[in-house]
């Protein structure tokens, strides 16, 4: 897996930006979250379909930033949590023990 960390606010305006261009996936982690852990592990072996980008949140340390991702698309603050932004929109949510590789694969190809 190759992570883009998420750790500056002003990197959700790009990644807007580019969600009209190719699908950006957003991992919403907390490090103290045993479930939280096991979905990293297994995104972990997952390899990214291309033409896509994947960022990594690490909420203890920008909860900030978190709280704005929900307020822009319009989600529930959960954690762990997947998000799939196309065209300036979230177009896939998943949490939990439902985050699920293939899923997110399925999302990307078929979600407008």
Same mark, same amino acid.
């Given at each position: 897996?190759?992570?883009?960390?998420?750790?500056?606010i002003?990197?959700?305006?790009?990644i807007n930006?580019?969600? /009209?261009?190719?699908?950006?996936i957003? /991992?919403?982690?907390?490090t103290?979250?045993?479930?939280?852990k096991?979905?990293?592990?297994?995104?972990?072996?997952?390899?990214?379909?291309s033409?896509?980008? /994947? !960022?990594?949140? *690490?909420?203890?340390? !920008?909860?900030?930033?978190?709280?704005t991702?929900?307020?822009? !698309?319009?989600?529930?603050?959960?954690s762990?949590?997947?998000?799939?932004?196309?065209?300036g929109?979230?177009? !896939?949510?998943?949490?939990?023990?439902?985050?699920?590789?293939? *899923?997110?694969?399925?999302?990307? /190809?078929s979600?407008?």
């Amino acid at each position: 897996m190759n992570w883009t960390p998420l750790s500056q606010i002003e990197q959700l305006q790009h990644i807007n930006q580019q969600s /009209f261009i190719r699908p950006q996936i957003i /991992f919403k982690h907390s490090t103290r979250c045993s479930i939280s852990k096991m979905a990293f592990s297994r995104l972990e072996k997952f390899e990214i379909p291309s033409g896509t980008d /994947f !960022y990594y949140l *690490d909420l203890l340390a !920008y909860r900030n930033i978190s709280n704005t991702i929900a307020e822009l !698309y319009k989600t529930h603050h959960e954690s762990p949590q997947i998000l799939i932004i196309k065209n300036g929109k979230c177009v !896939y949510t998943e949490s939990h023990s439902g985050i699920n590789a293939n *899923d997110i694969v399925h999302a990307i /190809f078929s979600a407008n």
